[in-house]
């Protein structure tokens, strides 16, 4: 079944798609499993959230089922043009097979990332774009108090001007309100609105129809992320999910004291970004921060969340040089005392000077020769009627010899995104530079940034006839491969059971076979 397509009076198409079953293992695969296993009661509770959904032309199918996905109708209010409701079945609106999956996967009893959110505004997306209640202007007047927004749509527009006015619109409100718009970026072609706006997230879906980045309008990077789903109504809704579920980690303080900072929506961006995992064949040619397919990865959920737990920490120094100089290390002996976690600061220059925010690392595990994969995303708001962004970048200097390592040097983009899967053991230096000059949006810019230096090992231990091997839990994605030889070209064997999880150990654990013949293992990650 394809899409389904209606025409608004503004001369725009919100498409929806067919619904599908969500297929088993995606909780696994996205993280949720294992955070749940290793977490308490991370799922959402106390965040508001918002479902905006596209309705058949004359028909008002717009409303989830609230018992259809094992939820109280109590958590739910119904809002389209005919008015609201709090009830269900209501005279506001009637059910959307399309809402009830995309609902499922969002904060369904079972199935769902975020079971325990607080509250469900569900839209008629009509009345939520572009309805007369608003004055034929794009989106609400005021704030509906839902920090983040499931919109399993897209618009079809009749041009990039078209595009840009929805992007700013979005935008606009999303820096007024705090406002995580989590969209889906469409089903083959090019991106499409609301997804294209730049402080929201656009999701494609992994492994199933998609469309492809960059946006039309400038070259944007988009997808932000990816989840597995057939077609991405689907896989935006496991992202919307987990954006709830981190900010309300947030916001009960398991990333620190400061649960304003852990959970505003540009850091909660940043981590999710910076947990995902990297598929085959993922590539981000300069200047794009992104790959245009996958974005920064595959959504894991658990990652995000081990991140936002390893604590707000500031920079090391901040440096001011003349507009567009070199900005080499300092020197400075200070050190960020973790390999994981996040910052939420802000980078000033002036009219005659770029500022440089400097985070120093020394990264080592204490083992000769060993190698780390390096991981950093900036994000910051377009502000509040601006057509243009600040423009902040990110670099990382290998101090030892003020070489650089790596870069994310995008012009068009409000996010900026590092990886370095081979890093060298050594002290680094990860700069967020900010470009100064009168033609700055503002010379203050708030960012934040989430990082993440590992490596990983496995252990094994014999036991009678079998051995146990071992590894971290954190970094999650990688699994168990075999060979009976060492040889160029040999095979490896990947169908192995899924690890048991030791909690208390903070490990994942495997109990093999062991025979005659000799069998080599490694840990891999896609």
Known sequence: MGARFFRMGCGLVIAILAVFSLRAGTLDTIGVTLLNTVATNVNGTGVRVAQVEADTPSAGDFEVNPTSIGQLVSRFTYYSASGSASSFPNSV?????????????FYGFGQGVATNVAHVDNYDATYFVSGDSFLGSYLPSSNI???????????????????????SAYDTYAAQYGTLFVSAIGNGGAVSPPATCYNGLGVGAFGGVSSTGPTLDNGRAKPDLVAPASETSYSTPLVAGAAAVIMQAGLRGDG??????????????????????????????????????????????????????RGKHGYVVATSVATG????????????????????????????????????????????????????????NRHQNQTGINN???????????????????????????????LSAGRYDLQVWKAGGFSTVSLAEPYALAFEFFTTSLGITKAGADATLAWPVYPAGFGVQSSTNLLTGGAWNTNWPAPVVNAALGVNQLTVGVTNAG??????RP
Do not use: C
């Not at 921060?289 to 920064?296: I, K, R």
């Open 392 to 422: 902040l970048e990110l670099f990382l200097y290998n101090t030892a010899n003020n070489s650089l390592v790596a870069s994310s040097v995008s012009t068009v983009d409000n996010l900026q995104h590092v990886w370095v899967p081979r």
């Open 256 to 309: 620190g004291s400061d649960t304003a900072s852990a959970a505003n929506i540009t850091t909660v961006k940043a981590l999710l970004l910076n947990g995902a995992i990297k598929p085959a064949g993922w590539t981000n040619p300069s200047p794009s921060p992104l790959d245009v397919n996958y974005g920064a990865g595959v959504l894991n959920v658990f990652n995000s969340y081990k991140q936002l737990t």
């Open 519 to 524: 069998t080599f293992f490694r840990l891999s």
């Open 93 to 105: 609106g009637s059910e959307s097979g399309h809402a009830d999956v995309v609902g499922q996967s």
């Open 325 to 380: 100089a070199a900005h080499p290390p300092t020197g400075a002996s200070g050190t960020v005392g973790v390999l994981s976690g996040w910052d939420y600061n802000t980078n000033t220059s002036s009219y005659t000077s770029d500022e440089v925010n400097h985070y120093y690392f020394n990264v080592t595990n204490g083992v000769a020769g060993a190698t780390f994969t390096a991981t950093a995303t900036l994000a910051w």
């Open 145 to 167: 108090n839902d920090p983040v927004v499931n919109q399993s749509f897209t618009l079809t527009v009749t041009g990039t001007s078209q595009q840009m006015t929805i992007d």
